[in-house]
């Protein structure tokens, strides 16, 4: 079974800050997947990236980041130069290669104000 | 191309109740999951559905049960409601498994009184 640590309840930056939100996760699977999904007001989650277990190589798209250490359980997110319309709620949520049981944070609330 | 839709938006019913809520899944999708979000926390997993069958259930009693019809798309129901059980019930499709990204819906808000 999965269990993940979103250490940080509530963030508030002024736009065009860049913010990281951290998420830590326990695992006893060898493989297994990682997500980030975003849930803004309206309540519907939207998915941003999912990486292997195996790729540890950080990825880079528009404003968006991650960075990803196996050796410490790591998988954070960082928005550069945010945008007020980046408010929302953001989840880690790892996944077992054997398993159809997505285990959610409790989530980062992340307020972008203008 | 419609995303996922569920039905519908907001409920209230009272303890003991029973409840069906509706999802239709992305096109092209096979598989439906259904979470439960209370306040402030993150989804939980309740089970998921593929080729009409339960794949895979989440730690919750068998008061909840579902469906999935030969369209793909499913249905929650929930037996002798709780006042616990009042949460935001998210349905999330993807085609043949969790490991590829899950499209989800807005939700149907769940009131118990």
């Known amino acids: 079974a999965q269990k993940v640590t979103q250490a940080q309840t509530e963030i508030s930056v002024v736009e065009k800050e860049d913010v990281t939100l951290d998420c830590v996760y326990e695992?006893?699977?060898?493989?297994?997947?990682l997500f980030w999904y975003k849930q803004p007001p309206s309540g519907e989650l939207v998915f941003l990236i999912r990486r292997n277990s195996f790729d540890e190589q950080n990825e880079i798209s528009g404003r968006y980041s991650w960075n990803f250490q196996k050796s410490t359980s790591s998988f954070n997110f960082t928005i550069t130069a945010s945008q007020v319309v980046d408010s929302a709620v953001y989840f880690c949520a790892p996944l077992s290669y054997n398993n159809n049981d997505m285990r959610f944070g409790a989530g980062t609330r992340l307020t972008v104000k203008p | 191309d419609a995303g996922v839709t569920q039905s519908p938006t907001h409920l209230i019913k009272t303890r003991g109740q029973q409840v069906t809520l509706r999802c239709s899944p992305k096109s092209g999708h096979d598989t439906v999951s259904w979470y439960q979000q209370a306040l402030g926390q993150g989804p939980q997993f309740i089970f998921q559905y593929y080729e009409e069958e339960e794949r895979q259930r989440g730690n919750f009693p068998d008061r909840f049960s579902g469906h999935q019809f030969p369209n793909y798309s499913s249905e929650l129901n929930v037996n002798a409601l709780l006042l616990g059980d009042s949460a935001l019930y998210l349905c999330?499709?993807?085609?043949?498994?969790?490991?590829?990204?899950?499209?989800f819906g807005d939700g149907t808000r769940l009131s118990i009184l």
């Open positions: 695992t006893r699977d060898t493989t297994y997947y």
């Open positions: 999330a499709s993807s085609f043949q498994g969790s490991s590829q990204p899950q499209h």
